[in-house]
Nanobody, 118 residues
Framework: QVQLVESGGGLVQAGGSLRLSCAAS????????MGWYRQAPGKQRELVAS???????IYADSVKGRSTISRDIAKNTVSLQMNSLKPEDTAVYYC????????????WGKGTLVTVSS
């Protein structure tokens, strides 16, 4: 069973920065893509950023220009650097990894809380 463990969440003031990391129990290249989702209170979980094995990236419009997703092959981690944080970035952030073959499957971490104070 694949395990994803997030770290790096916490309390930060508006305008500050945080770096979230996701450590995987399997090679990050065994997945077609890895990414970060977030869920704010009372809202649906939404994609924040994703990174494919082919280095394609997708960012939510709300974080574009403020966030960067990257991988560290040596550490087998995927990270999300978030800058110029806003109170509306407050949410639980989840690491996600998915495979498409032999069948589609998604793996999720337990989440890390990011709180941005105004």
């Amino acid at each position: 069973q694949v395990q994803l463990v997030e770290s790096g969440g916490g309390l930060v003031q508006a305008g500050g920065s945080l770096r979230l990391s996701c450590a995987a129990s399997a090679s990050i290249f065994s997945f077609n893509a890895m990414g970060w989702y977030r869920q704010a209170p009372g809202k649906q979980r939404e994609l924040v950023a994703s990174l494919s094995n082919g280095d394609s990236t997708i960012y939510a419009d709300s974080v574009k220009g403020r966030s960067t997703i990257s991988r560290d092959i040596a550490k087998n981690t995927v990270s999300l650097q978030m800058n110029s944080l806003k109170p509306e970035d407050t949410a639980v952030y989840y690491c996600n990894a998915h495979k498409l073959a032999p069948y589609a499957i998604h793996y999720w971490g337990k989440g890390t809380l990011v709180t941005v104070s105004s």
